[in-house]
């Protein structure tokens, strides 16, 4: 979606308040592919401060799912975006870029939404989801599940540099006993 930011941006303390939809269904990143499952409208105000210098003012909630970060069970998980950008539209489309830490969201006039709801979500995304607090995890050995599952497999995991004097541990021959 884009936003014609010419009246505004001629016009000093002019402010405008614009609701407009999130167009796309999921969230793409370099992380994967997100299904969206709910969203509210983004509340846009935008006002020019002066000298066609503008302060954009938005709001937005999400629902996504999310793969735990220790078992791969999906999350519901909501994020809240409300962030607030400046751009000096006296500035060439280059230097904007710069000035809007290298972010592409303003092309020429335009204000484009979805440009600017996808760095939002980049910088606001998750660093570490969980299903449950106490999560288990998955077994390293075999996969299992191990909220759900107990599995067989060797639940020591030795530091593979270690493995060495693990050998030469379980080829000791024990120390004679002697008798008193």
Not at 31 to 56: C, D, M, Y
Request: aromatic share 6%; net charge negative; glycine share 4%.
């Amino acid at each position: 979606m884009l936003i014609d930011l010419t009246r505004i941006a001629n016009s000093e303390e002019k402010i405008i308040q614009i609701e407009v939809p999130y167009e796309p269904e999921t969230f793409s990143s370099g992380l994967g592919e997100f299904p969206i499952q709910s969203k509210t409208p983004v509340s846009i105000q935008i006002r020019n401060k002066g000298n066609q210098e503008l302060q954009i003012k938005g709001k937005m909630s999400l629902q996504t799912t999310i793969p735990c970060s220790r078992c791969l069970t999906y999350v519901a998980t909501e994020l809240h975006l409300d962030f607030e950008r400046e751009a000096d539209m006296k500035l060439g489309q280059s230097e904007n870029a710069e000035e809007l830490d290298e972010q592409n969201y303003i092309d020429g006039y335009n204000l484009d939404v979805d440009k600017l709801i996808y760095s939002e979500l980049l910088m606001n995304w998750p660093v570490k989801v969980l299903c449950k607090e106490d999560c288990k995890g998955l077994c390293n050995t075999c996969g299992a599940n191990l909220n759900f599952q107990t599995c067989e497999c060797e639940s020591t995991d030795l530091d593979p540099r270690m493995a060495r004097i693990r050998d030469i541990f379980s080829r000791a021959v024990p120390f004679p006993q002697s008798e008193n």
